[in-house]
């Protein structure tokens, strides 16, 4: 909060001289205000799921074990689990100032991003071949619109790291860079709880 | 991509001059909206506003300013809302019974069915989401900052661009008017209706992609909202002094955030399905159509309660200003509005009670519906405590809060019927349910109107014409009844929603008093005009000091009228829940401010301008199956946000001294206005404005 400024006596406490609002706080409780809303779609696309996760909305295709594998999901989540430490880097870098280390940090999170998106796309290209697509049935439909919003999420976190990267190599830390790289965290972090739950609900039960 | 019916071409996608309809009703629109369109960029070019409308509207990143132009758009939208129900009214009127006579190729009345279909359709897109939204969005964006004592939202830059994403979604809805058509399928697009198979055309398209696209735009003015009242708020006001206004602004913006989500999840599945062929909603290969029921109503209700809640706060800070008394309950207040919003979440399945869920779920949705009627009725006991042993003076905004109330009680009473499974059995889907919702949003309409009148000198720094105000209140009063005191009554007797025929010649006497109603309605609508005509007229005589009303509570009217770019000059330090009471009877409603300082706001830009008419060629490129202009444009937008993210110099000084001369200006006029009122004894009341 702010002081009271040059005030004359008389009129102690009716107005404040320069009062200023925290910009990053003010930016990032927002930026979280956001995340909720994002939160609901991935919440309506999971109850959607759901519903939609049984035999007669499989229209007599494939469900769960035939599709997912576990195996390679597994890769995803290692990938996406260690692109979060690497940004865990870029915090403890911001924290100390270092603007290669902020730098290198995005590099290697954006990196194994993209592997984690390559593994996604590698799936489906699998699965697309062997006939198994969105168009199949009510079931496949939830299912590709689940996975995909999450790897659509992916694609745009990395969208954002690479903005990112050159901002901080262009401007350094100012107020609008440092606050741009917390929303991110927030961001990159929720999106790899999302896929713990995606993990969870459909390809672990997908093969029970 | 899903292969549609009819030609399609790279260039154009769908789109040929086949999709201009061949209609009298749908030129005569058009002739209208064009003379209308060449005037008003006449009026623009032969005055030479262009440059003013470029700098000081379009560009600009000021709340108030964006508030306005939100409030625009509704009422503009409004007005299109009521033409419609102008024609489904007359219709009704018309083809009642087999010997009823047909026009214009109709086989009864002068619309053909699908014809009509649409117009039931655009009435309720519009009015819920095009025009009610927009303007309780636009309200919030002026009053929310001023009364928090900001000097400006958390993300101005961010309400530009809902803003201008609100005004693609009510341009494609224009557009669809005269190039292709609108949905046929109500505005709640129940499927399988909505899938491609029965309606292969454009308007559900149109429907979709106006309502995804302006949802985005609500749902970051929701977030705006909620983080400018979580941390701008003026120092010295804690949540126990918060304006009961911007409570309701926070819980409704909290509905918003989290329920506009569910909406876009909805037509996303919706759009899904139509564009890549899957099957989410369809009728066969596993596809649910419950299931957009739920997702849809999800949004839906809590949408009902997004638009009530700013009402109430309306009314809860009318009421107090007129009855000259502080508001009865304020805890009570705030508790009812967030326990509202938190019911609104459990009550969703009450919009299809006979879809066959079962006793047990029905009662537990019919139970919750019956429990929104507490917090509601806390509500109505407090204001009517807060008029009791008041001094209410009947100006104009007092009138619509008063009406608003009754409303409220004719609506919540039917509303605590239809929360009944057995009754709700027999008259779902009548006109009585119509009747209800629109006895609810009419709470909304009176709200908003009240608001309107009340807040406008706070806004242009002049009063509206209370006569003419006056007249417009009981017109629009009168038209209400006529309409939907009917409407009931033929509900009861098993009319049924969305006809565009009448087999039962025995309701033409209803349909007849229901379209004197929307004579008295139009009526109503002069006088608003003329109401704004004569008081831009006479604005140098209806000028107001910085407490318009003479008994205004909170912060808002502590600053000048119209309330300068900065909003204060020194961010005021708030004491008391009626900050401004606190100050007239501490006597220091006129102490003169200790000095100016330079202020920091954002710079104008335009760039969320270009967002939005790149937003607008996406829509129109998604809705005709334009790929390349859909592709081009998309790209476009993300280039151009990350363009923007480079820019660091966003934000200006305005000079200590041009502050001085502002205020000065400001408070020289505000006082020439207060002494001219001294002859009518509110001088008292008023700031003690004459502090050079």
Redesign the interface.
Known sequence: ??T?G???A??A???????H??TI???T??FW??M???A??F???F??YV??DHG????G?PMGAALVHPGSAYAQTLAVFTSVLAYGGVMVALKRGSRGGVLAGLLVAAALGAVFLGLEVHDFIALFQAGIV?????????F??LVMTHGIHMAFGL?WML?MFF?VA??GF?D?TVY?LLNLKVFWHFQAVIWVLVFTFVYMRGVL | MVNVQGPWSPLLGRLSLGAIPNNPIILGAFIFSAVLGVLLVGYVTYADKWGVLWREWFTTVDHKKIGVMYIVIGLVMLFRGFIDALMMRTQQMLADGPHSPGFLGAAHGYLVPYHFDQIYSAHGTIMILFAATPILVGLMNVIVPIQIGARDM??PYLNAVGLWLTAVGAALIMISLFLGDFSHAGWVGLTPLTELAYSPGVGTDYWMWAIQISSVGT??G???L??TI???R??GMTWSKLPIFTWTALSTNIIA??????L???LG?LG??RY?????F?A?????LM?YSD?FW?WGHPEVYFVILPAFGMMSEIIPTFAEKALFGYVTMVAASFAIAGVSWSVWLHHFFTMGAGPRVNTFFSIATMVVGIPTGVKVFNWAFTIFRGRSRFETPMMWAIGALFMLLLGGLTGMMLAMPPINYSVHNSVFVVAHFHTMLMVVVYGIMGAVSYWFPKVFGFKLNERLGKRFFWYFTAGTIMVFIPMYTSGFMGMTRRLDYLANPALMPFEVAEEVGIGLYLISIVYFVLQLYVSIRDRVANRVGADAWGTGRTLEWLTPSPVPFYNFA????V?ARDELVW?REQG?EG?????Y?DILLPRNTPVPLLIGALALALGFGLVWRIWWLTDVSLLAI?LTV?AR??V?DTDMVVKASEVEKIEQRLRARGAGAASAEGGRGVEILRPSASRP
């Open positions: 909060m702010a009271g040059d005030i004359t008389g009129q406490g009716l107005w404040e001289t320069h009062h609002h925290d706080s003010t930016r409780f927002g205000l956001y909720l809303s994002d609901m779609i919440a309506g696309l109850a959607a519903v939609l007669y909305n499989a229209a295709g969105p168009q199949r049935s009510g079931y496949l439909s939830a590709f619109a969208i903005t901002q262009a401007q100012t609008k741009r | 958390a993300f749902t970051l929701a977030a705006n909620i983080a979580v941390k701008m003026a120092p955030l989290t329920s506009f989500p569910v876009a999840v909805a599945l899904v399905d890549f062929g899957t099957h989410f369809t066969g290969l596993g596809g649910n299931l997702l999800i020194l961010t005021p330090r004491h100050r220091l102490a003169a401010l200790p000095g300082e993300v990350i993210s480079f660091q």
